[in-house]
């Protein structure tokens, strides 16, 4: 099935907007601009829990004779339990909804999926905050509204990707992707910064305010994002590098299978269809998709790598709250607030990762070297966080730079190689699938760290740490082989990657 091209009102309205009188380049920025506010307050909406955490959590004595008096059901003893599964319904739903979404939007205009679910999830992200003033007290309540806008927030991740992928060739794609997927770190920064702002009016506000900002954003989305080039009378980008040799008797010439699973992740565009050179607009298959060499192995690398990051995303406010600094109990502002230094370092990871993988052309070595150097950095952030401010902001900052960085470069360059890679034959409606199935194996592990963080920290703070470590190592085991496969052609002087898959 291919999906009804329909302009975005805004352009038809405006006819100065489209070619000749605008570039290809001018609406290249303006994709990557429209795309990034978008999930930006996608993730600005998805702060707030972890910012209200230690408002509604159990009860906390601070430095001063009051008492946080928390939330009911969520500041009994298993108040922080009940607190992970908050994050469990939220993010079950989201993962599971990751699946169909990209599969649906393979299949759709993906302006108006995008659109519908950001006015859905600023919905949602309202009707939780509304149990403030509304005076509820039902788990049930809050986990249906999660589960509901979870699936809501799982239709942007895919959306985004693939416009972005239809818009820019693969040269220099980790370096782009690596700017742009700030995003991630800049809406978490945006969201902490706004809830924790308005969170001495109520802890409602810390989600109205975000929820309203989403469904705003969604309506520039809805008037002015261009889907793919060719909507304006564009030519697909990158397709003068086509390669003539890439199919000999309607069969992929391919080296090896390690070749070829290496080969998905190098940063030039080899898209083709050989026999007519026109792009192949049949959505592919769920189960084709896996079967797509390198997809499973960063799946399932991002199932840990997801389960680290989203760990921090949703319970370092809490621990910050929860644990002295110079011995001084922080208030729930500042927490909120000084969480934010693990996005700031998260936005430079993510860049990093990207232009570290363009120089080297080697996806995998890159996100391995990251994940491995995180380890001490968490280990020193847990040991001498609590010495002194400036220990804390430090250690943190180095933290969230190691473990954001190839947790945005396989969400976005690598997802986006995986989607529009030769042996689909430049197919890239197959980008949504692909980008749905890699972050949606992430988000089952960015579901199961919040809740077992839940429940491990009844018992220490060490214990959640060395969980952690644990699944940063789990995460580097997935892609030995690719990375190994990278490093042995460069030894060997071949060129590395797709390249390596056109010597006979």
């Not at 038809?12 to 001018?26: I, S």
């Not at 298993?78 to 990209?102: P, Q, V």
């Not at 929860?322 to 996005?343: C, E, P, Q, R, Y």
Request: proline share 4%; hydrophobic share 50%.
């Amino acid at each position: 099935m291919e999906s009804k091209t329909q302009l975005a009102p805004a352009l038809n309205f405006f006819p100065t907007l489209k070619p000749p009188n605008r570039t290809l380049a001018f609406h290249q920025i303006s994709v990557l601009i429209i795309t990034f506010l978008a999930y930006a307050s996608f993730h600005a909406s998805r702060k707030p829990p972890s910012i209200v955490k230690s408002v509604l959590g159990p009860q906390l004595q601070s430095n001063s004779s009051s008492f946080d008096t928390g939330w009911a059901p969520f500041n009994g003893p298993d108040g922080t339990h009940r607190l992970g599964e908050l994050d469990l319904a939220f993010l079950s739903a989201y993962s599971i909804g990751m699946y169909f979404a990209g599969h649906v939007g393979d299949r759709i205009n993906l302006r108006l999926f995008l659109a519908y679910g950001m006015l859905g999830s600023g919905v949602l992200t309202c009707l939780f905050g509304l149990g403030y003033w509304c005076n509820v007290h039902m788990l049930w309540y809050f986990v249906g509204v999660q589960v509901v806008c979870g699936l809501f927030q799982s239709i942007g991740w895919p959306c985004v990707v693939a416009v972005v992928g239809n818009w820019f060739g693969k040269t220099k794609r980790g370096l782009i992707m690596g700017v742009w997927s700030s995003h991630t770190s800049v809406g978490n920064i945006v969201g902490s910064v706004i809830a924790s702002g308005v969170l001495e009016y109520g802890w409602g506000w810390s989600f109205v305010v975000p929820g309203v900002l989403v469904i705003l954003v969604g309506g520039l989305v809805f008037l002015f994002l261009p889907v793919r080039p060719e909507d304006l009378g564009f030519e697909v980008p990158g397709k003068e590098e086509v390669e003539m040799n890439l199919e000999v008797n309607g069969v992929v010439n391919v080296e090896k299978v390690e070749s070829e699973e290496a080969g998905l992740l190098r940063g030039e565009n080899v898209d083709a269809d050989v026999g007519a050179g026109a792009e192949t607009l049949t959505a592919i298959g769920f189960l084709e998709a896996w079967r797509l060499p390198g997809v499973a192995p960063f799946a399932f690398c991002l199932f840990f790598s997801k389960l680290v990051s989203y760990t921090f995303l949703y319970w370092l406010p809490f621990y910050i709250r929860h644990t002295a600094v110079a011995g001084v109990h922080l208030s729930h502002k500042t927490a909120g607030n000084l969480s934010t230094i693990f996005d700031i370092g998260g936005v430079l990871g993510g860049i990093l990762a990207g232009l570290i993988s363009d120089m080297l052309e080697a996806r995998a070595v890159t996100s391995i070297a990251f994940l491995l150097l995180s380890v001490p950095a968490l280990v020193l952030y847990r040991a001498y966080g609590s010495l002194s401010m400036f220990a804390n902001i430090v250690l943190m900052f180095i933290a969230g730079l190691l473990v954001n960085g190839p947790y945005a470069l396989i969400t976005t360059a690598v997802a986006a190689d995986l989607g529009t890679q030769t042996l689909i034959r430049g197919n890239s409606r197959a980008l949504a699938t692909v980008t749905a199935i890699i972050d949606g194996t992430g988000s089952v592990g960015a579901a199961l760290g919040p809740l077992l963080a839940g429940y491990i920290s009844t018992r220490g703070w060490n214990s959640v740490f060395l969980m952690l470590i644990v699944a940063i190592f789990c995460a580097t085991l997935f892609l030995i082989r690719i990375a190994r496969t990278e490093i042995k052609e460069k030894l060997s002087g071949k060129i590395w990657f797709w390249r390596s898959i056109h010597t006979q």
